[in-house]
Nanobody, 121 residues
Framework: QVQLDESGGGLVPAGGSLRLSCTPS????????MGWYRQAPGKQRDVVAV???????TYADSVKGRFTISRNNPKNTVYLQMNNLQPEDTAVYYC???????????????WGQGTLVTVSS
């Protein structure tokens, strides 16, 4: 079982920057894919950025060139550096992890509690 501890959300003006952090804890064999998703009011939860254990990254088109996902291997912390934030980026951001729990459960999912990012115009 994995718990994802998120931090870094806040209120910023348009054009500002934030860095979100997500640190896993609990019992697991290893992490596979990790990422960030976001959900704006009245909308579905959509993927923002994903990073694999091999450091391959993918981004939603709306954030390409502005957001960067990275991974700190010793602590398994994943970051989302968000630059040039725009009002449409306002959402609750959720950390996600797919991990190998055990030989019996090689693929499990975990979600963070969400951190609110608000971008003012």
């Amino acid at each position: 079982q994995v718990q994802l501890d998120e931090s870094g959300g806040g209120l910023v003006p348009a054009g500002g920057s934030l860095r979100l952090s997500c640190t896993p804890s609990g019992r697991f064999v290893r992490l596979n894919t990790m990422g960030w998703y976001r959900q704006a009011p009245g909308k579905q939860r959509d993927v923002v950025a994903v990073i694999t254990s091999g450091e391959t990254t993918t981004y939603a088109d709306s954030v390409k060139g502005r957001f960067t996902i990275s991974r700190n291997n010793p602590k398994n912390t994943v970051y989302l550096q968000m630059n040039n934030l725009q009002p449409e980026d306002t959402a609750v951001y959720y950390c996600y992890a797919n991990y190998e729990d055990s030989w019996f459960n090689p693929s499990a999912d975990a979600w963070g509690q969400g951190t609110l990012v608000t971008v003012s115009s």
